[in-house]
């Protein structure tokens, strides 16, 4: 018995120096598609995206923000800043915690970051996160740090 290969074009590949919006949406639609075909939580909860950025201001001036986003049944906090001036004196405490709220509030399941060590790993310990992971070299010569903070038990795979 002899193998028949069928021969295609070939596939031809690009790679863009830009964050084309279009092409990434499309890619993204498509992997959540993909997704929600393999994952019956992901169908039962086809909605569950949502971004949410808590600012803080003095006298108009943006001094700190944290801005994330809900994946997952989880609020994934992607940035967290305190303007120097500004540290130490609860504003990063403030944030994180109107963070929490928010995904307490919308009985998400909880609170995940990541954090280098040349940042604020011991701020998230001290406020109750748990260490996950860590990557070294990332960037070269540091660690990248992996926190979480649960809030409800996630429910049973539908």
């Known amino acids: 018995m002899r193998a028949v290969f069928v021969m295609q074009e070939p596939v031809m590949f690009t790679i863009r120096p830009d964050n084309d919006a279009e092409h ?11 997704n929600r075909a393999r994952c019956a939580w992901l169908r039962a909860n086809p909605s569950a995206a949502e971004t949410r ?3 803080a ?3 108009g001036r943006l001094i700190g923000g944290a801005v994330g986003f809900v994946r997952f049944a989880w609020y994934f906090l992607d940035l967290l800043y305190v303007d120097a001036a500004y540290r130490n004196r609860g504003i990063g405490r403030q944030l994180l915690t109107a963070a929490e709220r928010f995904a ?3 009985q998400l ?3 995940r ?4 060590d040349f940042q604020a790993r011991g701020f ?5 996160y748990t260490l996950f992971g860590e990557l070294a070299d990332c960037p070269p010569g540091h660690t ?3 926190f979480h903070k649960k809030f409800t038990q996630p429910k049973e795979k539908p």
């Open 24 to 34: 990434r949406r499309e890619i993204a639609n498509r992997l959540r598609a993909a």
């Open 104 to 106: 307490s509030d919308r």
């Open 113 to 116: 970051l990541d954090t280098a």
């Open 109 to 111: 399941v909880g609170v």
């Open 124 to 128: 998230y310990e001290k406020m109750g």
């Open 57 to 59: 201001f003095d006298g």
């Open 144 to 146: 990248l740090y992996f």
């Open 53 to 55: 950025n808590f600012l």
